[in-house]
Nanobody, 115 residues
Framework: QVQVVESGGGSVQPGGSLRLSCAASVNLFTINTMGWYRQAPGKQREYVASITRAGSTNYADSLKGRFTISGDNARATVYLQIKSLKPEDTAVYYC?????????WGQGTQVTVSS
């Protein structure tokens, strides 16, 4: 069974930074894309960013500039660097893995931005 595990969330003050990590127990060469979504309280889950196995990245238009996605070419691992955090970035951040065998989600990691 494929496992997707996020880490790196936490509480941070506005203007701060965080780096989220996601590791998947799936053969790297079967992955099409890995990405991040987020769900704020009372809102629908929204797309944040994704990266293909070849390293091509894509971002939600509204989030370009503060979010950077990157991957580890040797492992099924993806990172999300978030800078200049705002209270509206408060959400559960979910990792998504699209592989030959299916579409997988992690349990999420909470990011809270508050002074």
């Amino acid at each position: 069974q494929v496992q997707v595990v996020e880490s790196g969330g936490g509480s941070v003050q506005p203007g701060g930074s965080l780096r989220l990590s996601c590791a998947a127990s799936v053969n790297l060469f079967t992955i099409n894309t890995m990405g991040w979504y987020r769900q704020a309280p009372g809102k629908q889950r929204e797309y944040v960013a994704s990266i293909t196995r070849a390293g091509s990245t894509n971002y939600a238009d509204s989030l370009k500039g503060r979010f950077t996605i990157s991957g580890d070419n040797a492992r099924a691992t993806v990172y999300l660097q978030i800078k200049s955090l705002k209270p509206e970035d408060t959400a559960v951040y979910y990792c998504n893995v699209r592989a030959h065998s299916g579409n997988y989600w992690g349990q999420g990691t909470q990011v809270t931005v508050s002074s």
